[in-house]
């Protein structure tokens, strides 16, 4: 009689298959939805976030040119 072999399961290489599968699927998702939306480019759609860095950007430049242009 031989024994039977036991199957061995490889579970990181599951749980790395699932996690792509999973991420594959979710970003088509977000790609489909973002299409149907058709996001407008410009300041109107800007988070919150976004329309910081650009008040700390323009700020800066304006900053810049009074200590360079006006102040010289």
């Known amino acids: 009689m031989?024994?039977?072999k036991k199957k061995v399961r490889n579970k990181?290489?599951?749980?790395f298959a699932?996690?792509?599968k999973t991420n594959k699927?979710?970003?088509?998702?977000?790609q489909q939805r973002q299409s149907e939306e058709e996001r407008s480019k410009g300041l109107k759609n800007l988070t919150y976030r976004e329309?910081?860095?650009i008040v700390v950007i323009v700020l800066g430049l304006i900053g810049i040119f009074i200590?360079?242009?006006i102040l010289r």
Do not use: G, L
């Open 2 to 4: 031989a024994k039977k």
């Open 12 to 15: 990181a290489r599951d749980m």
């Open 18 to 20: 699932d996690y792509y």
């Open 25 to 30: 699927a979710y970003s088509a998702e977000n």
């Open 51 to 53: 329309k910081t860095y």
């Open 67 to 69: 200590k360079y242009v």
